[in-house]
């Protein structure tokens, strides 16, 4: 196969036939940089795990998937011609958005309510979309009104409408196996015959954050099962590391690399209802 591309996380190759294999690595990325060493299993349990959401959401939206791959991280689909948009949807109030909001009092211009804190339910899903960055750079929140500026008004809107639905579906979902869907982003293209389709990965620890419901408590930063415990760790004082001062991040210490695999586990194994396999 002919290699075509590698990201932080997946590899592309491309088929005689035109179609696409993509690879999910074990790597893990954190503040635009690649994380030393790898999280076991990571790409198998993304790759599992979106294969699992692709079926839960295909009456919302047409997915990229022909086949699942020989190996229990990669998947042949169909080439996208992507958006040039990140679709967001936030349903809590954390991260990025939370730093608009205290500066602003809006994130990506749509105004919120005063008062709220770190992990404070939305009153209702938002589409927080932002610029498509190129690797090594940061992507920007922009508002609706600047996506309708670059995609046109009918696009847009179809956006906003598809990425609301995928997170209101796994919203629910997820909540019904103890789990919150704070906020996620999905990536959007249209295949050979113009038709606007779901691609990439969806719904996974790597793309969204996901909450334990149980413990959840506004004003805290919540227990997560996703990467955000590697960032944490990476700005806590143990890691020594200055995020601002352009040096490359320590590498992972072995306690750290296990307990941030457990986490996917547990997303996985909790949502999916079935027992990882590798």
């Not at 839960?56 to 042949?76: E, F, T, Y």
């Not at 909001?101 to 309510?113: D, N, W």
Request: aromatic share 8%; hydrophobic share 35%; proline share 8%.
């Amino acid at each position: 196969m002919k290699h075509v591309h590698s990201g932080k996380v997946r590899d592309l190759y491309e088929t005689d036939d035109g179609l696409l294999l993509m690879v999910a690595s074990d790597r893990l990325s954190a503040f635009d940089h690649v994380m030393e060493p790898a999280i076991p299993d990571k790409g198998a349990i993304l790759t599992q795990m979106s294969l699992w959401w692709f079926d839960q959401l295909k009456d919302i939206v047409p997915n990229h998937v022909v086949a699942r791959g020989d190996d229990s991280r990669s998947v042949l689909c169909r080439p996208l011609r992507m958006v040039p948009v990140e679709c967001v949807v936030r349903g809590y109030l954390t991260g990025g958005g939370l730093n608009e909001y205290r500066e602003t009092g809006a994130v990506s211009g749509v105004p919120l309510p005063a008062g709220l804190q770190d992990g404070s339910r939305l009153p209702e899903p938002i589409f927080t979309p932002s610029t498509k960055a190129p690797q090594g750079e940061h992507d920007e929140p922009i508002s609706f009104e600047q996506v309708v500026e670059t995609v046109g008004e009918e696009l847009a809107e179809q956006l906003r409408e598809i990425s609301l639905a995928v997170y209101r579906r796994g919203a629910e979902i997820a909540l019904e196996r103890g789990i919150i869907l704070a906020d996620t982003k999905i990536e959007l293209g249209w295949d050979s015959e113009g038709v606007l389709t779901l691609g990439d990965e969806v719904l996974t620890p790597d793309s969204s954050r996901f909450w334990p419901a149980d413990d959840w408590e506004p004003g805290r930063q919540q227990h997560a099962f996703d990467k955000q415990f590697v960032r944490d760790w990476l700005l806590s004082p143990e890691s020594g590391w200055d995020k601002s001062s352009g040096n490359p991040p320590p590498r992972l210490p072995d306690d750290v690399v296990e307990r941030t695999r457990q986490r996917y586990l547990e997303a996985y194994e909790r949502i999916t209802g079935a027992p990882f396999s590798g």
